[in-house]
Nanobody, 126 residues
């Protein structure tokens, strides 16, 4: 079971990045997925979540209106489109997935997710 995140990098404030997370070793198309992030010296925080069908989305207040989570179940991939980036968005971004199938609830807590990717660094310069 593996979650491989990519797409991070260095961008100026106001710019955009698109993160991708490719899942392998298991059929994640039936699992809820999401993104967390961790800035230096801070706790790991919830960013966005999406149900297995893509019908329900949820965002942290800090990214609402700027970030969009989506998924392509045919490709076992989840995306995070990040627009209007700010220096405070600088962090390592982690892709996550649950071990439960076909749940309609949207999870925002770390403990709800069973699988974690290795993280991808996003740095936003001012």
């Amino acid at each position: 079971v593996q979650l491989q995140a990519s797409g991070g990098g260095l961008v100026q404030a106001g710019g955009s990045l698109r993160l991708s997370c490719a899942a392998s070793g298991r059929t994640f198309s039936r699992s809820n997925m999401g993104w967390f992030r961790q800035a230096p010296g801070k706790e790991r925080d919830f960013v966005a979540a999406i149900t297995w069908s893509g019908s329900s989305l949820y965002y942290a207040d800090s990214v609402k209106g700027r970030f969009t989570i989506s998924r392509d179940n045919a490709k076992n991939t989840v995306y995070l489109q990040m627009n209007s980036l700010k220096p405070e968005d600088t962090a390592v971004y982690y892709c996550v997935a649950t071990n439960r199938y076909y749940t309609s609830a949207v999870y925002t807590g770390l403990a709800a997710y069973d699988y974690w990717g290795q993280g991808t660094q996003v740095t936003v310069s001012s």
